[in-house]
Nanobody
Framework: QVQLVESGGGLVQAGNSLRLSCAAY????????MGWFRQAPGKEREFVAG????????KYGDSVKGRFAIFRDGAKNTVYLQMNNLQHEDTGIYYC????????????????WGQGTQVTVSS
């Protein structure tokens, strides 16, 4: 069993930055993939970024490329999402997720989920 705990959400003004954290507890997998998704009210869950735990390969959703960065700290079993130049459209609940294999953009491919952390960007 894997438990994921997100933190770092909050209210920020457009143009500012936030860093989200996702701490992983329990079982670990050599071929683990960690992903960040977000969901705005009335919208489907959207892939934001993913990273392979072993090699650090990354992938980003088109709407965040050049503004967000995902990285992991193996010693802390934690994945981070650095969000820069936040826009109102980035508002939503951000979820951390874990899977095995390659980075997938479909939320259905992820087995474990955190409880989510709210990010609100005021324009």
């Amino acid at each position: 069993q894997v438990q994921l705990v997100e933190s770092g959400g909050g209210l920020v003004q457009a143009g500012n930055s936030l860093r989200l954290s996702c701490a992983a507890y329990g079982r670990t997998f050599d071929n683990a993939v960690m992903g960040w998704f977000r969901q705005a009210p009335g919208k489907e869950r959207e892939f934001v970024a993913g990273v392979t735990w072993s090699r650090g390969n990354v992938k980003y959703g088109d709407s965040v490329k050049g503004r967000f960065a995902i990285f992991r700290d193996g010693a802390k079993n934690t994945v981070y999402l650095q969000m820069n130049n936040l826009q109102h459209e980035d508002t939503g609940i951000y979820y951390c997720a874990a899977a095995r294999g390659n980075i997938r953009t479909a939320s259905t491919m992820y087995d474990y989920w955190g409880q989510g952390t709210q990010v609100t960007v005021s324009s």
